[in-house]
């Protein structure tokens, strides 16, 4: 998988002993580097993951291309649209189409969404959809000779809260899909004027052009954590990232509001300028946590 892929997967090949594979970037492209991922496939390869989009930079990995690489090799392809799931479902009708990252690819089997990001549901309601019933039929689990009875179960989690089912199907259905469509519209809109407005500050650059909802950004010309700690002192709470050093906003609902989006650029241009006057501006980059 990208080094870029969730460390929910390193989280479960940890629990499961299973050998992971974290494949690096291309450099300029910010996408994962598919010769390289290639080659790192063995006799013993059980999945291969792709991101739609991957949290840090907001790039959808080259699912087509990798669907291609899982079909070569028969090993089934996972794409995680955990973040963006309710957003690139809906942007080809909201104006912003997409290359294909779903089951129209013969090589995914199985994509995970969660619905309490841009789906707006609370948390715990999250989904995962196979291609067919066969492969969805591993997920459960049986136990027919217990004294308290046959005991069955869907998930890892064991049982799942009605209430939080029922708030999830409520959010849904108040939306509907031209509310999801609208919502999206609004918030790629959004996300492509920051990215407009942040590449036009002399002192940072866009780590890439935002896929989705994500934009990232670092800089060559000071430690990017002080922009990072003037933009949390005007009350921007935004992510750090590191390998390498920078910081991202996800766009959602809230920025789309407005004056939200110009006042983030005008603190964006004041803290850049304050931090290019100031003696420390080079000191070592730390970590982010």
């Known amino acids: 998988m990208p080094i870029t892929a969730h460390p929910a997967f390193n989280k479960a090949c940890c629990y499961f002993k299973i050998k992971l594979k974290r494949i690096p970037l291309n450099p300029q492209t910010r996408e994962v580097d598919l010769y390289q991922m290639r080659r790192a496939i063995t006799k013993n390869t059980c999945m291969l993951v792709a991101s739609a989009p991957n949290f840090p930079h907001g790039v959808i990995d080259p699912i087509e291309d990798i669907s291609k690489i899982a079909m070569e090799y028969n090993i089934p392809l996972h794409v995680d649209a955990c973040l963006g799931g309710f957003l690139i479902a809906f942007m080809d009708q909201a104006g912003f189409p997409l290359k294909p990252f779903d089951f129209r690819l013969p090589g995914v089997m199985s994509i995970s969404c969660d619905t309490h990001k841009y789906g707006f549901t609370p948390k715990g309601t999250s989904v995962i959809l196979y291609r067919n019933a066969e492969l969805r039929q591993h997920q459960f689990f049986a136990v027919a000779d217990w004294p308290g009875g046959i005991y069955g179960s869907p998930t890892v989690a064991g049982s799942r809260s009605g209430y939080l089912i029922a708030c999830c199907w409520a959010t ?6 031209e509310g999801y469509i609208e919502e999206t519209r609004k918030i790629i809109q959004i ?13 940072i650059y866009l780590l890439h052009q935002p896929d989705v909802s994500v934009v990232a950004i670092s800089s060559n010309k000071f430690n990017i954590y002080y922009l990072f700690d003037g933009l949390h002192e005007k009350g921007w709470h935004l992510i ?12 959602t609902q809230v920025h789309t509001q407005p004056g939200i989006v110009e006042k983030l650029l005008e603190d964006t241009q004041q803290c850049v300028d304050e931090i290019l006057k100031s003696d420390n501006k080079t000191d070592t980059v730390t970590v982010s946590i």
């Open 172 to 177: 849904l259905m108040y939306y509907g899909l």
């Open 191 to 203: 996300a492509r004027y920051i990215a407009d407005g942040w590449s036009k500050i002399d002192g």
């Open 240 to 251: 750090g990232l590191q390998n390498p050093p920078g910081i991202h906003i996800a766009v």
